[in-house]
């Protein structure tokens, strides 16, 4: 999967499929499925390594987690979250938050959340250094505080032409494709056609693509799903019954079966008891 490829597709009008996955066998699992896009996603912190939001994870975590789905997805186009912290400071800092991506995890192109002026001179910093950049506008997690919270947006007459502003903005500032998170439909489908970049969509209507995070899809996360997210299967539970098994199994005594075990000649156990022997010989001996 290739940039040209990808707005070939948006051209074409075939659907650009995004998943979010934040380790190799997950990045393996949606390669091998024929996803176009992959996306490490700093929502990683939560859903792999347990902080309570998105700002708390940083770049060296990310870039472990970067390296894990780079190593899986071989046809895949990868795209890293540069987390928070990491190019709020100046648009060096960004430059060299990205390259670390590019160089150390792999990654074909890095993401930044938000539209506003300050956003708009990262990308185009990121950008003029050579790495493909996807914004990210909507609900911006990074900065959900500033916005009242983990809630859609474009829902009012003020919000809606923010949204339309900052993807046009973003677009003239070199992004090479969109992200549109939590944004009503008809929101959405009044810039699209505006729009030369693909647009991926997560919760904001048909697009040119969608993004779900893998374990949301798959039913690994624990509670209440967001309202956009779609469950195609009931993984987590499965898990759960399959570790649960596992347990009674050892406990019981049911496992490791004789099937489980690997055999031995009658002279290697033969060699074993007189190893012991001799220990035993020796052990004797010291004590007295």
Do not use: W
Not at 6 to 29: F, Q
Not at 37 to 47: E, H, I, T
Request: aromatic share 4%.
């Amino acid at each position: 999967m290739s940039i040209p490829r990808l707005a070939e597709m948006k051209a074409n009008g075939e659907r650009i499929v995004m998943v979010t996955a934040y380790d190799h066998p997950s990045a393996r699992i949606a390669d091998t499925a024929g996803v176009d896009m992959v996306l490490v996603g700093d929502s990683g912190a939560q859903v792999v390594l347990g902080h309570d939001s998105t700002v708390s994870v940083t770049t060296d975590e990310m870039l472990v987690l970067a390296g894990a789905v780079r190593r899986g997805a071989r046809t895949a186009f990868v795209v890293c979250d540069l987390p928070f912290g990491s190019t709020e400071v100046s648009d060096e800092q960004a430059v060299a938050t990205a390259v670390r991506f590019v160089k150390e995890g792999g990654a074909d192109a890095v993401k930044l959340e938000g539209g506003g002026p300050a956003r708009l001179s990262r990308i185009r910093a990121v950008v003029a250094a050579g790495i493909p950049v996807v914004a990210h506008i909507g609900l911006t997690p990074q900065t959900a505080t500033a916005l009242g919270g983990l809630r859609a947006q474009g829902r009012t007459a003020q919000t809606a032409a923010r949204i339309v502003d900052e993807a046009l903005a973003v677009q003239d500032a070199g992004a090479f494709a969109l992200v549109v998170e939590a944004v009503p439909a008809d929101v959405v489908g009044v810039v699209l056609p505006a729009l030369r970049i693909p647009v991926i969509g997560i919760g904001a209507g048909p697009a040119d693509g969608q993004v779900l995070v893998l374990h949301d899809l798959l039913g690994i996360t624990d509670g209440r799903a967001a309202k956009f997210v779609k469950r195609y299967a009931a993984i987590g539970d499965a898990m759960t019954a399959g570790v649960a098994a596992y347990v009674d199994d050892v406990r019981s005594g049911a496992f490791p079966a004789r099937e489980h075990t690997y055999s031995a000649s009658a002279d290697a156990v033969e060699a074993a008891r007189a190893a012991l022997g001799r220990r035993d010989v020796r052990t004797r001996g010291d004590g007295d």
